[in-house]
């Protein structure tokens, strides 16, 4: 752990304090999980918020089934592979 200083308020401390009584734990610890659950929210927050700003950024890909046309790029992809190796799979040409 690294140890650092904070400022808080009477009211800040004092509820801190009231919560680690009541725990029967230390401040330190209130504020620890206080602060991992801050970040943790924080980082899901901008995980969705990502997500929202993102969606629908390929408006043609509305309707779209992602599983067929995945298929459908490979397949593009296998066909390429083939006229370039000449018709020869991959294993055929070592």
């Known amino acids: 752990m690294?140890?650092?200083?904070?400022y808080l308020t009477e009211e800040q401390k004092t509820a801190l304090d009231g919560i680690a009584k009541m725990r029967s734990i230390s401040m330190a610890e209130v504020v620890r999980e206080a602060v991992s659950e801050y970040l943790e929210?924080?980082?899901?927050?901008?995980?969705f918020a990502v997500l929202d700003e993102t969606f629908g950024?390929?408006?043609?890909?509305?309707?779209?089934d992602s599983v067929e046309h995945v298929r459908s790029l490979r397949s593009?992809?296998?066909?390429?592979r083939m006229r370039v190796m000449g018709?020869?799979?991959?294993?055929?040409?070592?």
């Open 57 to 64: 950024a390929v408006p043609e890909w509305k309707d779209v």
């Open 76 to 80: 593009d992809w296998d066909d390429r």
């Open 87 to 94: 018709g020869k799979a991959q294993d055929e040409q070592d």
């Open 41 to 47: 929210r924080k980082t899901s927050e901008t995980r």
């Open 2 to 6: 690294k140890r650092t200083q904070i």
